[in-house]
């Protein structure tokens, strides 16, 4: 089955780039990556997504390599309320999201 | 992108009950998902519900346990049968929109 690996845990300063990795060797070439971030026990929050190209939108940017092997979310100016579990996710055959263990960021002041 | 209620946001109950989960959204969907959040873990995909047809389980995940309703494009149900502290979690409904996939904000659930 599709996976993804992330580290469990980093930490960032407040104001400072946030770059979180993903891991997904065994992505094939129609499942898009997707980036979720879970704060308190809620409900996951959408971030970004993407297939081939970097993507950018108003809460982040997605980069994917040129293999599709890996990518990384950047979150330009971490803030406090930007701790939460980052989670990497394939989207596989009939919307199905495999979602991985997910990271948890840290933001410091 | 869509807006799900669901409900009860969080129950405790006895082990051998059972317990029914509401997800209501504000607009018709095709598709709606299941999912399970154990303590302190991610999230695990239980089944995906279509209107009109029987639901598609994951592997690991049976009716019998888990039965779900779809009667129209905008509610499901999620039953949790002969509960046991096992099946302490969080459990979440999810549509596809755009430009990705909403969450509810989940049902805690603890058996004792």
């Known amino acids: 089955d599709a996976k993804t690996t992330q580290p469990t845990s980093m930490d960032c300063a407040e104001g400072r780039a946030a770059n979180l990795p993903c891991n997904h060797s065994t992505i094939s070439g129609n499942e898009y990556v997707y980036w979720y971030r879970q704060i308190h026990s809620q409900g996951p929050q959408y971030i970004i997504h993407?297939?081939?190209n970097n993507e950018t939108n108003e809460m982040a940017s997605l980069i994917i390599t040129e293999d599709r092997k890996s990518s990384t979310l950047i979150l330009p100016h971490a803030t406090l309320r930007d701790t939460a579990v980052y989670y990497c996710?394939?989207?596989?055959?009939?919307?199905?999201?495999?979602f991985g263990e997910g990271t948890q960021l840290t933001v410091n002041p | 992108s869509a807006v799900i209620s669901q409900k009860p946001s969080r129950d405790i109950c006895q082990r051998g009950t059972s317990l029914t989960i509401q997800c209501q959204v504000d607009s018709q969907v095709t598709m709606m998902f299941w999912y399970r959040q154990q303590p302190g873990q991610s999230l695990t995909l239980i089944a995906t519900a279509n209107q009109g047809s029987e639901a598609t389980y994951e592997s690991g995940f049976v009716i019998d346990k888990f039965p779900i309703s779809r009667p129209n494009l905008t509610f499901s149900t999620l039953t949790v049968s002969n509960m046991s502290p096992e099946d302490s979690s969080i459990y979440l409904c999810s549509v596809a929109g755009f430009p990705g996939y909403t969450f509810g904000s989940g049902t805690r659930l603890t058996v004792v």
């Open positions: 993407g297939l081939k």
């Open positions: 996710i394939f989207e596989t055959s009939g919307s199905r999201l495999t």
